[in-house]
């Protein structure tokens, strides 16, 4: 069993930055790949960015390219979304999620990951 655990949400302003981590545990988090989600109020869960595990390929929604990077530290079981520029439609919950198995996925797919943290809530203010 895997454990994800998002903290660093809060309250910003616009303009303003946050950084967002999920701590893992359980299993081998230097394997697996690494997402970031989001769900505003009366929307569908989209993609952000993922990560994966040792060669560390990114991909970041066009919606916070240039604005969001995610990041990974293996030694501290750790994933990280640095986000700047932030805007009041970032506004959202934003869960972290690992898929932990090999094969062919793809990165933006909910359905690619099997396991989910409970969610930050990130609110930017105008």
């Known amino acids: 069993q895997v454990q994800l655990v998002e903290s660093g949400g809060g309250l910003v302003q616009a303009g303003g930055s946050l950084r967002l981590s999920c701590a893992a545990s359980?299993?081998?988090?230097?394997?697996?790949?690494m997402g970031w989600f989001r769900q505003a109020p009366g929307k569908e869960r989209e993609f952000v960015a993922s990560?994966?595990?040792?060669?560390?390929?990114?991909y970041v929604a066009d919606s916070v390219k240039g604005r969001f990077t995610i990041s990974r530290d293996n030694a501290k079981n750790t994933v990280y979304l640095q986000m700047n520029s932030l805007k009041p439609e970032d506004t959202a919950v934003y869960y972290c999620?690992?898929?932990?198995?090999?094969?062919?996925?793809?990165?933006?797919?909910?359905?690619?990951?099997?396991?989910w943290g409970q969610g930050t809530q990130v609110t930017v203010s105008s």
């Open positions: 359980g299993g081998t988090f230097s394997s697996y790949v």
């Open positions: 999620a690992a898929r932990t198995y090999n094969g062919v996925y793809y990165f933006a797919r909910q359905s690619a990951y099997d396991y």
């Open positions: 990560i994966t595990g040792t060669d560390r390929n990114t």
